[in-house]
Every structure is written in structure tokens, then in C-alpha cells.
């Protein structure tokens, strides 16, 4: 199994990353071996994998263009494909369509969301379609001036996306004609003020999401409607503990493959949520379990015998093992030092 991981590099970030890491993981120590560093432009932050494993796509903090790399099947490594313009800066988030044939990007600083072509050989053109978010911002005075795109998910059909935005408190949903590329917005979900929706995601069977916000540390319930592609609220509940009174905003979800489980991490408190699933989708915390400082990005290995947290101010991923039955993460022992990370993507099977 390898591992690609994503870090930031520039010194407007404070950061100490290189580029992307190409590591082997031992499915069962949970031991990451560094193959390859590889120089990928400024903050190679957020990765994406074809289904594949044959391409990687990044997209970079702070700058206008993602980029796209030939993965070698049997080594891992990574060669340049290509770069090409988002139409925006700062992206954030990447997904592709059903077809694999699009990739809509969140460019963050801009408000902007870009839809861009992918080549046969995984390489990318540049976005021929970019959508302006619009609203009211939200109360925070620093962090939501203005639109700030922060994810892009696809539903099970891989023809609608949800993105939510931290500046003006609001989740966007849309449509992705495959033919043409283009997306047409089907509906807004409306946040709390001062919530600041950060992430989402889809239940693996059910027709439910969550949304993570960042601002408050809270996570929303959602019903979605696959026909008309739109999200509507059903509760929402904290991230933190009751007796926690410190500062703390979140950062990834991620979800048990069976949709039973949906874990969430914590930048303050320094920690990954576990929340039980109810049968309306509605959540009940299990549990917090300490990771390292400022974890940004927490995912499961394809098999989800492992959960690996990307603790952007301490500079490890911290490798821990998953009870599908409870819930219940357990350390390993494995804590890899790697400067910076922002984001893990996984290829192979933790069999």
C-alpha cells in the first residue's frame, strides 16, 4: 500500500513541508517509508487519486493552478504530468465526476468555484467554467469577508457536488451535465451565523450528510434528496467536550464504510470526534481521542483498518487502528515525522 502525502511549504504559511511524500505503509505495524520527495510548487495541500491509482492531482494553497502526476503501478512514484489554471487562487478542495472526465475545484481566496477538464492520460486543461459564490458573509470579523469555497463532494451518482462555503455561512449544491462540463446550482443550505460550513460528507448508503463547521465546532445532519440534489437540516450537534473551554475549530470528517461511524477532528483541542450514527442519521458522541497538534486532515486506508491523522503544527501523521465494531481507535505506536502535511490519499489494499 503507498500513501501521497500533501503538506504546505511557503513561508506565508509558516510551513516547513517540501512537497508531496510518496510512502510504502505496512498495513498491519502501521509503519510509513519514505520513497520519494517530490517538489510539487507552493503547497501541494489537497491531493486527489484516480480510481485507478495510475494519476494524482493536487491543488495548491495560495496559488492559481492545480497539477497532475503519472504514478508508476509497481514503485509508487511520481513523474509531472502538467499544471493548469483553476481560474482562481488559493484551492482548496478537488473532486472528479462519475465520468472522471471533470474536476471541479474550490478556489478558497477567491470565492470561485472552476470546473476543469482531465485528459485520457490524467494530465489537465485549464477551467472553462467558473461560478462565483454569492450571499451575505458571515459575523466572524477575520474569516469570513468574503465567499470562501472549502470542499467539493461528490453524492453516490458522481453528478452532484456540495460545497460549502466558510465565509458565507452557506452549502452550495449543484449539478454537473457530464457532456459539457458545465455545473448548474439546485439548491443552498443555510448555516447558523457564524458556523462557517468547512467540510462535508455523504453516508455510504443512506441518503444523508453531514456538514462540518469550522467556526463553532459543530457538525449538521442533513437529509439529501438525490432527485432534486438539495440538503435540508435535520440537527446539529458540538465536536467538542462540554467541560472544554478552551479555543478549537474543526477541520476533516470522515466515515466508517458501513456509515456507522462518522469521526471529525479538532485544531485547539487537539483530537478526532467519534460519533455513532442513529438510524435518521442523527449522531451521539462515543469519544475523543488525543492526536498531535492541529490535526487538519484525518482519512481512513482503503480497507479502513487504519486511521491516519495529518497534524499540520506537529509535524506527524499519527497512525491508528480502527474498530469497525465499536468505533474505537487505538494507537499503534506509529507517529511519522513529516513536516507540515495537509492531506493523505491512499493506493493498494491494507488487506
Not at 26 to 45: E, R, Y
Not at 99 to 106: F, S, Y
Not at 176 to 189: C, I, K, R, S
Request: hydrophobic share 40%; with cysteine; aromatic share 8%.
Amino acid at each position: 500500500m503507498f500513501a501521497y502525502v500533501g503538506s504546505f511549504t511557503t513561508a506565508r504559511r509558516e510551513a516547513r513541508g517540501e512537497g508531496i511524500g510518496v510512502f510504502h505503509v505496512d498495513p498491519d505495524s502501521g509503519a510509513f517509508t519514505l520513497l520519494q520527495t517530490l517538489p510539487a510548487g507552493a503547497n501541494p495541500s489537497f491531493l486527489a487519486l484516480r480510481a485507478d491509482a495510475r494519476v494524482l492531482w493536487a491543488v495548491h494553497g495560495d496559488a492559481d493552478y492545480a497539477t497532475s502526476y503519472a504514478i508508476d503501478p509497481s514503485s509508487g512514484l511520481l513523474s509531472p504530468l502538467n499544471r493548469a489554471d483553476c481560474g482562481g487562487s488559493n484551492g482548496v478542495r478537488q473532486a472528479l465526476d462519475a465520468t472522471g472526465r471533470w474536476m471541479v475545484v474550490a478556489n478558497y481566496a477567491s470565492g470561485t468555484v472552476a470546473v476543469l477538464p482531465v485528459r485520457a492520460d490524467g494530465s489537465l486543461g485549464d477551467q472553462h467554467q467558473l461560478l462565483v459564490l454569492e450571499g451575505p458573509h458571515g459575523p466572524h470579523p477575520t474569516q469570513q469577508t468574503s465567499a470562501h469555497p472549502h470542499d467539493v463532494v461528490f453524492d453516490a451518482t458522481g453528478t452532484c457536488c456540495v460545497v460549502p462555503d466558510k465565509g458565507l455561512d452557506r452549502s452550495f449544491a449543484f449539478r454537473l451535465d457530464a457532456t459539457t462540463g458545465q455545473l448548474a446550482p439546485t439548491g443552498v443550505l443555510v448555516a447558523a451565523a457564524g458556523a462557517g460550513p468547512r467540510h462535508m460528507a455523504f453516508h455510504p448508503q443512506a441518503p444523508i450528510a453531514w456538514v462540518l463547521n469550522e467556526l463553532d465546532s459543530t457538525i449538521t445532519t442533513c437529509r439529501w434528496d438525490p432527485a432534486t440534489a438539495t440538503l435540508a437540516a435535520i440537527a446539529t450537534c458540538s465536536t467538542l467536550p462540554t467541560h472544554f473551554a478552551g479555543t478549537s475549530t474543526t477541520a476533516e470528517i470522515a466515515v466508517s464504510g458501513d456509515g456507522r461511524f462518522v469521526l471529525c477532528s479538532n485544531r485547539g483541542h487537539d483530537s478526532v470526534t467519534r460519533f455513532a450514527v442513529a438510524p435518521d442519521g442523527c449522531l451521539r458522541p462515543l469519544g475523543w481521542t488525543k492526536v498531535g497538534r492541529k490535526p487538519r486532515f484525518i482519512g481512513f486506508t482503503p480497507r479502513q483498518r487504519l486511521l491516519c491523522a495529518a497534524a499540520e503544527q506537529g509535524d506527524s501523521i499519527d497512525v491508528f487502528r480502527f474498530d469497525a465494531a465499536t468505533g474505537v481507535l487505538d494507537f499503534t505506536g506509529a507517529s511519522i515525522p513529516w513536516r507540515s502535511p495537509a492531506c493523505i490519499v491512499f493506493s493498494g489494499e491494507d488487506a
